[in-house]
């Protein structure tokens, strides 16, 4: 059985109406790039990257790399993510 103080840091959150417009201003990018296809996503095989507003807006091999090229920029409308290249056994 796990314990209530095994995690401290898990509490209740209300976002304000602000936070959740936000959140939100990122979920078309989200789909957006949940449903490329492979061929779309190629180049960036084992990068990070940034999106908005459906599009790849910058893309290094690390994650410091990126936020360098994004500046000052506001993170919470960016999409930060890794492209694994792992592999499809059919």
Known sequence: MIQKSTYPNVRPWQPTPEQEAKM????????WLCY???E????????WIAARDCRVIASGTTLD????????IDLGTVILDRISGGRTIY
């Open 65 to 72: 790399e990126v936020l360098q090229q994004l500046g000052d």
């Open 24 to 31: 939100r201003a990122t979920d078309a990018t989200a789909e």
């Open 36 to 38: 490329q296809a492979c």
């Open 40 to 47: 779309e996503l190629r180049p960036y095989m084992g990068q």
